[in-house]
């Protein structure tokens, strides 16, 4: 939210478009850090590992997400309703996100990236492109906003 003089108000313990303040995480870094290694005992108990390089690990995720994108495919309105509401459509969007995550997990297991740091900072970087006063209700590319 911006205020009538045009300064960013802190809304929710975050600042700016969700810049957490200082000292605070967007999530728990020992839940996410949980879940990798949950992913990880999961993969090693299949003596997967040996296939599980940065590329071949991109390539993974890049198809999870385009089966992701299957589920929306041609469909109207009703349809991607259908898909985000009713039982069956939400437990195969569940399914998609779970199996882009869990890629992404490896991904970022085997490359030593700290998720929750690298996020933090993501949004730092997208805070300065996209300036709350100029970017409120947009959908315009940093570079075209005015």
């Known amino acids: 939210m911006i205020s009538a003089d ?18 605070q995480h967007m999530e728990s870094p020992s839940t996410l850090r949980a879940l990798t290694e949950e992913v990880v005992k999961f993969r090693d108990a299949r003596d997967w590992k040996q296939f599980h390089n940065a590329k071949d690990l991109a390539i993974a995720l890049s198809i999870e997400s385009a089966e992701l994108l299957e589920l929306f495919l041609w469909q109207d309105a009703d349809a991607v309703d259908h898909v985000t509401k009713s039982n069956t459509g939400r437990q195969r969007l569940s399914e998609e996100l779970a199996d882009i995550l869990i890629f992404v997990l490896y991904l970022s297991h085997e490359s030593g990236i700290d998720l929750v740091q690298a996020v933090e900072q993501k949004l730092k970087i997208n805070d300065a492109k996209y300036p709350v006063a100029k970017s409120y209700g947009v959908s315009k590319k940093y570079t075209e906003l005015e």
């Open 6 to 23: 045009n300064r960013v108000l802190v809304v929710n313990g975050y600042e700016g478009i969700g810049i957490p303040l200082k000292g």
